[in-house]
């Protein structure tokens, strides 16, 4: 049996979808399980990682987790693994996460590496995926594009390797059941750097029609996000926009090692949720 938290997102979603195609037994730990539509072949438990009273019951008889990262769950999640048995969990965690570091750069970092450090230190088999920018931030366009051709925000030049969620999930899928990633570090990128003036250009050629990013000043869009983006973590996110601005997103082949094919690129997941543009 393997657990999916986090089975509703972006990547648990396609984790869950992934392993039932491959015919392997699967539960899904969600605080909602009546709000989504389920694989008839999983086994949906209700519970939630920040609730550690509800983790026994989902890990009775697992033996791999896929762990979505909670703030300040990895100590309790950590001993009620090592109670049910479990032999090995694949974390997503964050490519923000930098080890060599003494006090961890903003607050997303920060609790993936402390959910890390739990897991290191708890004797269970561990493999952390670590994604830098996910391809699906630009959904954060999509009300734009639906009514018009500019997308207007802030640093056109801020440069990521965006990475498509079902290649995290491929990695994830192979890290839950194969042997060979106890241990293991990757860092998840997309197979090329692009500006935000880049990517709004490749949405255009994708949806067959042009597309341009107009800068915005940085604080005009950050009062804008905060009305729903925590201050600490909008902090984080425009001080590594504004670092980038300029310069290569570096680029990692670790999706091709462990899966066998490459990346795939941007236009291709634009072409993957085209119709919410």
Known sequence: ????TGATGNVGRH?????????????????SPQQTVWPAEVDVVAGDLADPASLDAALTGVESVFLFAVPGSGPAFAAAAQRAGVRRVVLLSSGGVDDDAEVQDGPIATYHAEIEQALRGSGLAWTFLRPDVFAANSLMWAGQTRSGDVIRGAYAGAASAPVHEADIAAVAVAALTEDGHAGQTYRLTGPQSLSHADQAAILGQALGRPISYAELPAETVREAMSAHVPGPILDSIFA???????RIAPTTT???KVTGRPA??????????????
């Open 1 to 4: 049996m393997i657990l999916v």
């Open 254 to 256: 670790d999706i091709e």
């Open 264 to 277: 795939r690129g941007y236009h291709d997941w634009v072409l993957d949720h085209a119709a919410a543009f």
């Open 240 to 246: 590594t926009w504004a670092a980038s601005v300029g």
């Open 15 to 31: 984790v869950l979808d992934l392993l039932v195609a491959s015919g392997h037994a699967v539960r899904a730990l969600t605080r």
